[in-house]
């Protein structure tokens, strides 16, 4: 059967960005050539904050005395899943090296960026597990220098949890900037840090396009647009913690998705009557952010199997992907487009938000076509080496010269002859171009 919209979505996450364009050319341009002044300047305007912005040694142990214990234990916890699945993935990458022919060897190296720009949102929430996420990883990697951007809040600073997160991870600095100056005085490297290699986390639209901007001159973990979840759910799923799941991920912001897809009319009319209930008992802020998220980007979409609703999922290519069916191992083998996938009502996206180890940093807006989320590759650039015998490069050099000549690149083509020359003087080669 076609797929059948129980509830449309009148909007999309894809919107005009070039207002927001503007804008953060223009303030990575003032930055740029203003300096520290200049980031200072828009740190008062934006952040509505003043006070110091590299914060020291003592300001980072008075942030953690303000840390509950219990809340420093959770955090403690979900660091060390966040490095112990970092490390794994670390673990995958080998340096490898290969005999092409004899007397010439090809290999592989890892390495490491050498500077690491972490933003940690801290506006509407302040998302601690950000700072878990973006920081650990680079930690993990090998990053030689990590700084951890932060929004500071008026009269106050960054919110004391995340500052403990970032140091505890292995933040080398912390600063206290948010927006498009944090980012820009990361890329630039104010206030004495390092020049980052790359920027990574989560932010705003004007993060996220202060990112695309710079894209080129520094990495970047992915150009990121409003987060985005995805249900699959049949007969055997509860309503109730669908309907919940929902709710949870749509309070992340007005124009965050949220999709399900069943091929049971059932859960469906079910789910579109609980979640409006679910919303409405939520505090204020998040019931207005779940409200227009649910009314603008909600979907309900009834399928005819299995295979149809994969198909689905795959074509919408959701950040989070939750599976609530039978045969989940089915699934697992047969779902191939998504940022992270939570297979079972005994998981959620929370977990994986929060605590659980896998990275919260992923693909948005259908990217998950083409990438995965933020890991340790991420920070390492896989790089090749190549060392030879004079007689080990002799048929390579025959053939680059021969290939280069028919390109029509004779400046590539003598860099072989000279080196043929020397090594084998008096032996006759047909360097012509191949035909």
């Known amino acids: 059967m076609a797929r059948d919209y129980l509830k449309k979505a009148p909007k999309t996450a894809r919107t005009d960005a070039s207002e927001t364009r503007k804008i953060v050319m223009d303030i990575l341009d003032t930055?740029?050539?203003?300096?520290?002044?200049?980031?200072l300047d828009y740190a008062k305007k934006f952040d509505k904050y003043e006070g110091n912005v590299l914060l020291t040694a003592d300001e980072i142990a008075a942030a953690a005395e303000k840390v509950p214990q219990k809340l420093r234990?959770?955090?403690?916890f979900a660091h060390d899943n966040v490095r112990r699945f970092a490390e794994t993935q670390k673990s995958t990458l080998s340096e490898v090296q290969l005999d092409v022919v004899p007397g010439l060897i090809a290999g592989q190296?890892?390495?490491?960026?050498?500077a690491a720009g972490c933003y940690v949102p801290g506006g509407r929430y302040s998302h601690v597990a950000s700072a878990i996420m973006t920081v650990t990883t680079a930690k993990v990697a090998g990053v030689n220098n990590i700084t951890a951007c932060s929004p500071p809040r008026p009269g106050e600073g960054v919110?004391?949890?995340?500052?403990?997160?970032?140091?505890?991870?292995?933040?080398?600095q912390i600063?206290?900037?948010?927006?498009?100056?944090?980012?820009?005085?990361?890329?630039?490297?104010?206030?004495?840090?390092?020049?980052?290699?790359i920027l990574v986390g989560p932010g705003n639209q004007f993060v996220a396009e202060a990112k695309r901007i710079l894209f080129g001159r520094v990495g970047i973990d992915m150009i990121a647009g409003p987060t985005d979840s995805l249900i699959l759910a049949d007969k055997t799923a509860d309503p109730e913690i669908v309907a919940v799941d929902l709710v949870?991920?749509?309070?992340?912001?007005?124009?965050?998705?949220?999709?399900?897809?069943?091929?049971?009319?059932?859960?469906?009319?079910?789910?579109?009557?609980?979640?409006?209930?679910?919303?409405?008992?939520?505090?204020?802020?998040?019931?207005?952010?779940?409200?227009?998220?649910?009314r603008d980007y909600g979907e309900v979409i009834l399928c005819g199997d299995r295979e149809e609703m994969a198909a689905c999922s795959d074509d919408y290519a959701p950040e989070h992907l939750t599976v609530q069916a039978e045969d989940l191992d089915w699934w697992l083998s047969r779902l191939q487009c998504y940022g992270s996938l939570f297979l079972g009502e005994e998981t959620t996206v929370a977990y994986g938000d929060k605590a659980s180890g896998t990275n919260h940093v992923l693909p948005t807006s259908q990217s998950a076509k083409y990438t995965g989320g933020l890991s340790v590759h991420k920070y390492m650039k896989i790089v090749t080496w190549q060392r030879a015998t004079r007689e080990g490069a002799k048929r390579v050099a025959e053939a680059t010269a021969r290939i280069s000549r028919l390109e029509g690149m004779?400046?590539?083509a003598r860099t072989a002859d000279v080196?043929?020359?020397?090594?084998f003087p008096g032996e006759n080669f047909d360097l012509s171009a191949a035909e």
Request: overall charge negative.
């Open 248 to 294: 949870g991920q749509a309070e992340h912001g007005y124009n965050s998705p949220v999709w399900l897809v069943t091929d049971d009319r059932a859960l469906a009319e079910a789910t579109l009557t609980r979640v409006p209930e679910l919303i409405e008992e939520l505090p204020e802020l998040n019931r207005d952010n779940a409200r227009a998220a649910w």
């Open 159 to 172: 919110h004391p949890a995340i500052v403990y997160a970032a140091n505890l991870c292995g933040a080398d």
């Open 31 to 39: 930055i740029e050539a203003g300096g520290d002044q200049a980031a």
């Open 410 to 412: 004779e400046g590539h």
């Open 73 to 76: 234990d959770d955090i403690a």
């Open 109 to 114: 190296k890892a390495i490491p960026c050498r």
């Open 419 to 423: 080196r043929l020359a020397k090594y």
């Open 175 to 197: 600063l206290a900037m948010g927006g498009v100056q944090g980012v820009a005085a990361m890329t630039f490297g104010l206030f004495g840090l390092p020049k980052a290699d």
